[in-house]
């Protein structure tokens, strides 16, 4: 193997979207040696995309608010396996996480006192689910994400972190005590393959909505972070959990936010029936996605959908006023003219529930160091490793996240293993040397891919890849569908393993990086087949036919999946809050 | 339909040239030109360009079509092309890395030097700092833009001069904190626009406006700089 170029840093972060840049920001203000990697300009990650706005509670809708409510609701929200101690953190720890992010200039919409204004949104209640639907979610207008993002990377320009923009990370390097080193990555400009060294890693890489056929996830949200670490041998955990959110646009998969229906939208069937009222009578429209995005289905499968093929639901926002819909839901207006050719104004929009959010990913600490389990079971943190926003794990989201707390995630997390690398490196955490032989295993798939001279398409096999996740993983699960999809994907493997890349130039190759992004998209897919066929029970959005009930005697736990050898082993929830008590497993009702 | 694509490898090809493409399209179904560009990589995988959440919200996909700049993901087949035909160029002005893909750092060096970034002298509140909805509607038509350079590489004043000349998103940018009332830097953000390029550049021809796939208004910010900067100097 030729002679790599090196770059070394303290801190190395794989990602520019908000929960790499919350890192980013950190590490770099504490005047650490920091990078980020992102391949793509770090405010076109999907970050940008978020729309509905950030759960938290600062108290300004409602001066009573608390943040222990938000914490009930996002417990029950999990069904009860996400870690307490994580949520409390997260809840608790929020109000300030926002707070900077408006001194650091997110243009918050507010209210008339001049507070950041807040919105219902799906899952939110007063008094621990006793007060009613709680207005919580801090928007700017419906592109909170967009705000988010472009502040936190102009908080970065300020700063001087390094950024390695249109870089893309293949793989971790990985020595032979099982410490992580760094990462092989490529400079998408030049082609040039470089070994980037750190003390501390952070995987900061996103989601994996490509997996689906139909999504509301950027192309780039192709879980490479997650695909990163499951070849390097760690485990990921509640991967099986994979949220479909309730309103994407029929046929596009583009999302409208669940803040059409915190702003009083609601859905109808063809009947122009508001069907959540049989489903959820107290919380309606505004139950829980996973909740909402089933009923949604059974209406379909009833006969009881929208439009010719009787395929999909309506969302009905007129009786708003374009008064109201032009202040909170501009974006809204231009996504569902452009793609769903209706005017919401005076036209409902069509939707369907739409594959959106990952829950599962890599397991970290509330600090975010990832973990693996030793022979008896018991945690083990990864050194070197770190992994925090939509690629980890903390588990603040269980088996189902609530509408607003993936944007709250990041900023907290970020933030967490920010603050955790800065103190590992000041004790001085060793530079972990890697032989050889050790970055030659890393830099092994992108040789076997630039060697590859005939063999199948990267487009034609990613559609079979989804396709396959479609049909077989989807809202509803069966034993049977999942076994001949786990079939399926077996069959995919070898032919992944052969395919072609017939592109070898180094300018700006995008087919390379595609080709790379397809084993990525293989490695969610198939520890997600794997989970959800070992998970034998319905719980948060892991909803199966064959076995309908929650199973807490079994399954109040969360799945780790290894690699190596198929595996999946269960590993203990926290119900260990540290000032406020633990709240128990109930029946879930909104 | 016919579609010419503008293709240069550097790898490869001695130089660009337009390579025309034919691709069926499918009835019925509005297309967009990101749509089309996937379909045609899948006949030549080769084909480079950028994009990423297939939305309009990232700023990935800004190309020129048929001699207009605007973002691939959004813009339907049918608006722009004539007589089933359908030219697409790189954004006109910057360096080409590759096909469609576009060396930024000029437009990136420019957003960068209006300082774009909160700056308050003051010690923050123990929670956020207030602003009227009426302070904070001032930035509507200012904070939506994303980047995407769209505007910039219409604009003949970036052309001869992407030195000096900051550009129409950059100056909507240098607006859009002038213009926030949390910022106490005013004066020194002026100051550093006030020399004979950086604004003083701008013709006034509206290419910017007229190109905003956002339908934001730099000439408008533009516009309102020179009202502040003249305001100043009296
Ligand atoms: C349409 C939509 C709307 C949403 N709205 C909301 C909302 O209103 N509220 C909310 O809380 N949540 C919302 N979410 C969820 C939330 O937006 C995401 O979970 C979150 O933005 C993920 O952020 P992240 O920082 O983890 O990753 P991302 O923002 O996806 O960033 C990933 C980063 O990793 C980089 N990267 C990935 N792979 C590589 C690689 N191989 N090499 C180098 N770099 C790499 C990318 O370049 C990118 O910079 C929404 C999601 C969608 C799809
Ligand atoms: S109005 Fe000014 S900034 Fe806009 S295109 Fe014309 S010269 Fe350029
Ligand atoms: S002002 Fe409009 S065209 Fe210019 S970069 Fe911003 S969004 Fe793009
Ligand atoms: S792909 Fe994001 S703007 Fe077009």
Not at chain 2, 103 to 131: G, H, T
Request: hydrophobic letters at 40%.
């Amino acid at each position: 193997m030729a002679a790599l170029r090196k770059l070394e840093f303290d801190g190395l972060i794989v990602g520019g979207g908000g929960a790499g840049l919350r890192a980013a920001l950190e590490l770099a203000q504490s005047g650490l040696q920091t990078a980020v990697i992102s391949k793509v300009f770090p405010t076109r990650s999907h970050t940008v995309s978020a729309q509905g706005g950030i759960t938290c509670a600062i108290a300004s809708e409602d001066p009573d608010d608390d943040w222990r409510w938000h914490m009930y609701d996002t417990v029950k929200g999990s069904d009860y396996i996400g870690d307490q101690d994580a949520i409390e953190y997260m809840c608790s720890e929020g109000p300030q996480a926002v707070f900077e992010l408006e001194h650091m200039g997110l243009p918050f919409s507010r209210t008339e006192s001049g507070r950041i204004y807040q919105r219902p949104f799906g899952g939110q209640s007063k008094d621990y689910g006793k007060g009613g639907q709680a207005a919580r979610t801090c928007a700017a207008a419906d592109r909170t994400g967009h705000a988010l993002l472009h502040t936190l990377y102009q908080a970065n320009v300020k700063s001087g972190a390094t950024f390695l923009n249109e870089w893309f990370a293949v793989d971790l390097v990985k020595n032979q005590d099982g410490a992580v080193a760094g990462v092989i990555a490529i400079e998408i400009e030049t082609g040039d393959v470089v070994y980037v060294a750190s003390r501390a890693t952070v995987l900061a890489t996103g989601g994996a909505g490509r997996i689906y056929a139909s999504t509301t996830n950027a192309l780039m949200n192709t879980g490479d972070g997650v695909g990163m670490a499951l070849r390097a041998g760690f485990p990921v955990q509640d991967i099986e959990m994979w949220q479909f959110h309730p309103t994407g646009i029929a046929g596009a998969g583009v999302l409208v936010t669940e803040g059409c229906r915190g702003e009083g939208g609601y859905l109808i069937n063809k009947d122009g029936e508001r069907f959540m009222e049989r489903y959820a009578p107290t919380a309606k429209d505004l139950a829980g996605r996973d909740v909402v995005a089933r009923s949604m289905i059974i209406e379909i499968l009833e006969g009881r959908g929208c439009g010719e093929a009787g395929d999909h639901v309506l969302l009905k926002l007129d009786h708003l006023g374009e008064t109201v819909l032009n202040s909170r839901l501009p974006g809204i207006l231009e996504l569902s003219r452009t793609f769903a050719h209706a005017d919401p104004v005076r036209q409902p929009i069509p939707v369907v529930p739409t594959c959106h959010y990952m829950m599962g990913g890599i397991p970290t600490q509330v600090r975010g160091q990832a973990l693996t389990q030793d022979e008896a079971g018991q945690d083990q943190a990864i050194e070197g490793l770190y992994a925090a926003g939509e690629a980890a794990c903390v588990s603040v989201h269980g088996a189902n996240r609530l509408g607003g707390n993936s944007l709250l995630d990041l900023i907290v997390f970020g933030r967490a293993a920010g603050l955790h690398i800065e103190q590992a490196v000041r004790q001085g955490i060793s530079r972990r040397e890697a032989s050889e032989s050790d970055l030659e295993a890393a830099f092994a798939r992108l040789a076997r891919w630039n060697a590859s001279s005939s063999g199948e398409s990267v487009a034609a096999l990613k559609r079979e890849l989804q396709n396959c996740m479609q049909a077989s993983f989807g809202v509803f699960r069966t034993e049977e569908h999942m076994r001949k999809g786990i079939e399926t994907l077996k069959g995919l493997r070898e032919r992944i393993n052969r395919a072609h890349l017939p592109d070898k130039s180094n300018a700006f190759n995008t087919a390379r990086l595609e080709a790379l992004e397809l084993d990525n998209l293989f490695e969610v897919a198939y520890a997600t087949a794997i989970a959800a066929e070992a998970r034998r029970e319905s719980r948060g959005a892991h909803a199966r036919e064959d076995h309908q009930q929650r199973d807490d005697e079994n399954w109040l736990c969360h799945s780790l999946y290894f690699p190596d050898d198929e595996r999946v082993a269960k590993r203990t929830v926290n119900f260990q809050p540290a000032t406020v008590p633990v709240f128990e497993p109930m029946e879930r009702k909104y | 339909m016919q579609v010419s694509v503008y293709r240069y490898d550097p790898d490869v090809d001695e130089a660009p040239e337009m390579r025309d493409m034919s691709i069926e399209l499918p009835e019925g179904k509005e297309l967009m030109v990101l749509d089309l560009l996937e379909r045609l990589k899948e006949q030549d995988p080769s084909l480079s360009y950028r994009r990423s959440c297939r939305e309009g919200v990232c700023g990935s996909d800004g190309i020129n079509m048929n001699g207009l700049n605007g973002l691939a993901c959004i813009t339907p087949v049918s608006q722009v092309a004539k007589r089933g035909k359908l030219t697409l160029r790189p954004l006109p002005g910057l360096p080409v890395i590759r096909d469609l893909v576009v060396d930024m750092s000029q437009f990136f060096d420019q957003f960068e030097k209006v300082r774009p970034y909160l700056i308050n002298d003051q010690p923050p509140p123990a929670q956020e700092r207030l602003q009227s909805p009426e302070e904070r509607a001032e930035l509507d038509g200012l904070y939506e833009c994303i980047l995407c350079g769209c505007c910039s590489t219409a604009c003949p004043s970036f052309w001869w001069n992407p030195d000096k000349f900051v550009g129409p998103a950059g100056l909507l940018q240098a607006y859009r904190f002038l213009a926030d009332s949390r910022d106490t830097a005013s004066a020194e953000r002026l100051r550093d626009l006030e020399d004979p390029f950086s604004v003083f550049r701008c013709r006034g021809i509206m290419n910017c406006v007229n190109v905003c796939p956002k339908g934001l208004n730099p000439t408008r910010a533009i516009g309102k700089i020179r009202g502040l900067l003249v305001k100043q100097g009296t």
